[in-house]
């Protein structure tokens, strides 16, 4: 099992900028894939961006494509989210997740974070 905790949410302006932390302890960071997920006041958690064990290879949703970048830091255990070009339809509890495999289906992450708050503001 993974212990992942985030960090780096906060309240921002439309168009501003966020990085959120995700530190990793436990078992050996570099052998997951990581994701992060969002869930928004009354609406379901989705997928927002993954990251293989060497952070060759990434994945995003498309609502996020050319704002978000996902990276990794495997000497830290750390997985980041750099977020640019908010707008306020970000709002929502970011999460990050741990896999066994690069995969973008919630149901094969297996370790979660508590989440962090983004709220953009207009």
């Known amino acids: 099992q993974v212990q992942l905790v985030e960090s780096g949410g906060g309240l921002v302006q439309a168009g501003g900028s966020l990085r959120l932390s995700c530190a990793a302890s436990?078992?050996?960071?570099?052998?997951?894939?990581m994701a992060w997920f969002r869930q928004a006041p009354g609406k379901e958690r989705e997928f927002v961006a993954a990251i293989s064990w060497s952070g060759d290879t990434k994945y995003y949703a498309d609502f996020v494509k050319g704002r978000f970048t996902v990276s990794r830091d495997n000497a830290k255990n750390t997985v980041y989210l750099q977020m640019n070009g908010l707008k306020p339809e970000d709002t929502a509890v970011y999460y990050c997740a741990a896999s066994d495999v690069l995969a973008s289906t919630q149901n094969l992450f297996r370790d979660w974070g508590q989440g962090t708050q983004v709220t953009v503001s207009l």
């Open positions: 436990g078992r050996t960071f570099s052998n997951y894939a």
